[in-house]
Antibody, heavy 119, light 107 residues
Framework: EVQLVESGGGLVQPGRSLKLSCAAS????????MAWVRQAPKKGLEWVAT????????YYPDSVKGRFTISRDNAKSSLYLQMNSLKSEDTATYYCARPANTGDYFDYWGQGVMVTVSS | DIQMTQSPHSLSASLGETVSIECLAS??????LAWYQQKPGKSPQLLIYYTSSLQDGVPSRFSGSGSGTQYSLKISNMQPEDEGVYYC?????????FGAGTKLELK
């Protein structure tokens, strides 16, 4: 069974940085695009970033572009999200998600990690 | 960005009842529409992809339909385990966007 396990969340002050990690297992990590999706408390889902199999292509919505960086290490089957210049509106549970081979939907999700941005 | 408008915001259904949830895209998305179910404290689970394809392991009482800008999820024979929040998501173009969610409760 595909497993995605996020880590690195916590409480951080506005303007500071935080890096999330996602450890993947039970599938060929290097063959899949990977993504992050977030959910603010009591709110809906928001796609945050996607990275191609080799890492040479990345995609972001305007809400995080220039502040967040998605990356991956295929040798370690790991996905990362570097979050800089954090704002209170970035407070959310962050999910590591695997896009299907067609790339247009997410067939597996991690359990999520909470990020709280507050002074 | 493509806006996804989901309706209703919430609904309640009796055991065995059939319910439908609608999702309207602000522009055509060529059937690149997925549905997810989320239960309290859990991560979303994929139910349907490409409008009407059922994800492995999902009960056949879930079905999807639609085209162009209008899509729907139908749940036949409502069961207690179907309670949760349902989201639609377009995968036609970046930025991928989700509907606001529909909360389904058992009456």
């Amino acid at each position: 069974e595909v497993q995605l396990v996020e880590s690195g969340g916590g409480l951080v002050q506005p303007g500071r940085s935080l890096k999330l990690s996602c450890a993947a297992s039970e599938f060929t990590f290097s063959s899949y695009y990977m993504a992050w999706v977030r959910q603010a408390p009591k709110k809906g889902l928001e796609w945050v970033a996607t990275i191609s199999t080799s890492g040479n292509r990345t995609y972001y919505p305007d809400s995080v572009k220039g502040r967040f960086t998605i990356s991956r290490d295929n040798a370690k089957s790991s996905l990362y999200l570097q979050m800089n210049s954090l704002k209170s509106e970035d407070t959310a549970t962050y999910y590591c998600a695997r896009p299907a081979n067609t790339g247009d939907y997410f067939d597996y999700w991690g359990q999520g990690v909470m990020v709280t941005v507050s002074s | 960005d493509i806006q996804m408008t989901q309706s209703p915001h919430s609904l309640s259904a009796s055991l065995g009842e059939t319910v439908s949830i609608e999702c309207l895209a602000s522009e055509g998305i060529s059937n690149y529409l997925a549905w997810y179910q989320q239960k309290p404290g859990k991560s979303p689970q994929l139910l349907i992809y490409y409008t009407s394809s059922l994800q492995d392991g999902v009960p056949s009482r879930f079905s999807g339909s639609g085209s162009g800008t209008q899509y729907s999820l139908k749940i036949s024979n409502m069961q207690p385990e179907d309670e949760g929040v349902y989201y639609c998501q377009q995968g036609y173009k970046y930025p991928y966007t989700f509907g606001a969610g529909t909360k389904l409760e058992l009456k």
